[in-house]
């Protein structure tokens, strides 16, 4: 009984050896992957792209520019993943997945008004992500 009762002991030290609590290693993951500057600067992005889609006189090249800023801030997000929770980086990874999907159809959709509307359905869903991704961090954060 002692044996047992020493080697439960003794478990229970060791598994707390290192360990970090989720709160921790979210905050932790939070400040080292710069994801509060990230989503802002996405949110920017992307409010840019939406402000030439939704301009009828906005040339091909004024999509590319705006679309393919959208899409390298977005891949260097999405380089930051995985996080220490698993449902933080799903939501993520769906958010960054659904503004580089804006940011394809906005490069090639030129006068297009189906694909501009296409890549505005696309931008919603991944500003949408991201906030309801900074929730879920912070509430992980704070245990």
């Known amino acids: 009984m002692k044996r047992l009762a020493a080697l439960i002991a003794g478990s229970v030290l060791l598994a707390s050896c290192g ?8 905050r932790s993951w939070v400040h080292s992957s710069s ?10 992005d992307a ?10 006189g906005a040339s091909a090249r004024d999509l590319h520019t ?34 580089g999907n804006a940011a394809n159809v906005c490069y090639d959709a030129g006068s297009s ?9 696309f931008l919603v869903a991944g500003v949408g992500g991201l906030a309801s991704s900074a929730l879920r961090a912070s509430v992980v954060e704070r245990g």
């Open 19 to 26: 360990s970090q609590s989720p709160a921790s290693a979210v």
């Open 47 to 56: 409010h840019q792209a939406a402000v030439a889609l939704r301009n009828a």
């Open 113 to 121: 008004a189906r694909l501009r509307s296409r890549a505005l359905g």
């Open 66 to 99: 705006v679309c393919a800023v959208l899409s390298v801030d977005a891949l260097a997000a999405n380089a930051s993943l995985p996080t220490p929770d698993e449902q933080l980086t799903n939501d993520l990874a769906a958010s960054y997945n659904a503004l």
């Open 35 to 44: 994801f509060v500057a990230n989503s802002h600067q996405l949110r920017l």
